[in-house]
């Protein structure tokens, strides 16, 4: 096991958050039941925001920026974990409030690790990351609330070219649905239609602000834009349908009236990834294992080294990132 080890951590200076490169040893670690060896992580939306300065991701500081991680236990004080146990970790406060997965190694609290599901290889889990987790858990809220039809009226999904929208694309193509995606870079809709998409609606036409009750399209719609196209979404879901929103890329707010709930009864059905108790966890990564195309998860992904993550973090943030990115953490 290496003295030292890089990792990217996110520090104050001059009252801002700035983040870099920096050498720690394990007694820098936090001191908590499982130390892990960390193979690989994951970009998404929230860590672009932390590691470019562009959102106080971070609320306490100094921190190891980074979401999500794999690997494989080192040592354990907890019975429920042993060396060599494969593990996946997505939110509980990793890289806001707990140090997270941009490092060589990492110790975490027991309760915050998933066994790797055998379908599944470490890789393959942070392809999927929070990102594709977050999808198969506004798939399992939509099927859960159970008023869409496969072979119905179509899907939406927003943000359809980015990391959440993309695995929500070919997993509800998979399960039988008829997706529409939605995204304003026409040349993303050859690798969407692989992915599964028949139809596509640009974003700035859900962008636009529009009445409180529009014509009914959506059977269901998986959101993680916000603001006005979320307001447009809710109020173009048909009778007794349901938006799952997961995301805020374009605003926290909701410019919207309860015209669609009361006279509709649409329902908003709240994603919170972060959180999520184990038994929803375990049922979207067997969402995930049921109905993700593996040739298809890996026409979605790149892999890139530690080093590239100030670079891709800007892209994200700024739109430029298709698909997934896995952080290779030993390069």
């Known amino acids: 096991m290496a003295d030292h080890f890089r990792a990217l951590v996110i520090e104050e200076r001059d009252g801002k958050p700035v983040s870099?490169?920096?050498?720690?040893?394990?007694?820098?670690?936090?001191?908590?039941?499982?130390?892990?060896?960390?193979?690989?992580?994951?970009?998404?939306?929230?860590?672009?925001?932390?590691?470019?300065?562009?959102?106080r991701i971070a609320r306490r500081l100094p921190m190891v920026a980074g979401v999500d991680l794999a690997g494989i236990v080192v040592s354990s004080r907890s019975p429920d974990w042993k060396p060599g146990d494969k593990v996946v970790v997505n939110g509980w406060g990793m890289s806001e409030t707990e140090w997270g997965g941009y490092t060589r190694f990492q110790r975490l609290k027991p309760e915050w690790l998933t066994r790797l599901p055998d379908a599944f290889s470490l890789e393959q889990s942070m392809a999927i990351g929070t990102a594709g987790y977050t999808a198969a858990l506004a798939i399992d809220a939509l099927e859960r609330w159970g008023k869409i039809k496969t072979g119905d009226r179509e899907v939406l999904v927003t943000g359809a070219?980015?990391?959440?929208?993309?695995?929500?694309?070919?997993?509800?193509a998979r399960r039988g649905?008829?997706?529409?995606?939605?995204?304003?870079r026409p040349e993303t809709h050859d690798y969407l239609?692989?992915?599964?998409?028949?139809?596509?609606?640009?974003?700035?036409?859900?962008?636009?602000?529009?009445?409180?009750?529009?014509?009914?399209?959506?059977?269901g719609a998986i959101d993680s834009v916000g603001s006005t196209t979320l307001a447009?979404?809710?109020?173009?879901?048909?009778?007794?349908?349901a938006v799952a929103a997961c995301g805020l890329a374009g605003g926290a707010d909701l410019p919207a009236t309860v015209m669609p709930h009361i006279l509709r009864g649409v329902a908003l059905l709240g994603i919170n990834s972060v959180t999520a108790p184990h038994a929803e966890r375990d049922k979207a990564w067997a969402i995930l294992a049921e109905s993700l195309e593996r040739?298809?998860?890996?026409?979605?992904?790149?892999?890139?080294?530690?080093?590239n993550l100030p670079q891709l973090a800007e892209d994200i943030v700024a739109g430029k990132i298709r698909g997934r990115v896995v952080i290779d953490v030993t390069r």
């Open 20 to 55: 870099g490169f920096k050498d720690l040893t394990l007694s820098d670690l936090p001191d908590h039941d499982v130390l892990v060896e960390v193979l690989f992580s994951t970009l998404n939306y929230k860590d672009g925001l932390a590691i470019s300065g562009k959102g």
């Open 232 to 241: 447009n979404v809710l109020a173009q879901t048909v009778q007794s349908g």
């Open 295 to 307: 040739t298809l998860l890996a026409a979605l992904t790149t892999v890139e080294p530690l080093s």
């Open 177 to 184: 649905y008829r997706v529409t995606a939605s995204t304003g």
């Open 161 to 172: 070219a980015g990391g959440v929208g993309s695995v929500a694309v070919t997993l509800l």
């Open 193 to 219: 239609a692989t992915l599964g998409a028949t139809a596509f609606v640009d974003r700035a036409e859900l962008a636009a602000k529009g009445g409180a009750l529009q014509k009914e399209r959506w059977a």
